[in-house]
């Protein structure tokens, strides 16, 4: 079993940055890929970015590329999100997993799942 707590998140004006927190308990995180999704009201959850347990391997989808970061520290059980130039269509809740799978955007191959933190970029 795995916890993730997620934090981070807030108010911020278009172009703004943000970094996202996701400590992690439990079993032993190097174990494990991770992944940050976002959802909105109404809409499924996306994938948004992800990294492999060593961190030597990261993949983003293509509306956050070269503005979104993602790493990871083993020592310390957490992943990152380094979000900059923000746009108001990030505007989400942002929740962070973790996965068997090294390299998967499939959120059904994420076994664990924080709480979400809520991100809201204005215009």
């Known amino acids: 079993q795995v916890q993730l707590v997620e934090s981070g998140g807030g108010l911020v004006q278009a172009g703004g940055s943000l970094r996202l927190s996701c400590a992690a308990s439990g079993r032993t995180f190097s174990d494990y890929g991770m992944g940050w999704f976002r959802q909105v009201p109404g809409k499924e959850r996306e994938f948004v970015a992800l990294?492999?347990?060593?961190?030597?391997?990261?993949y983003y989808r293509d509306s956050v590329k070269g503005r979104f970061t993602i790493s990871r520290d083993n020592a310390k059980n957490t992943v990152y999100l380094q979000m900059n130039s923000l746009k108001p269509e990030d505007t989400a809740v942002y929740y962070c997993a973790a996965s068997n799978y090294q390299l998967t955007w499939y959120s059904a191959e994420y076994h664990y799942w924080g709480q979400g933190t809520q991100v809201t970029v204005s215009s």
């Open positions: 990294i492999s347990n060593s961190g030597g391997n990261t």
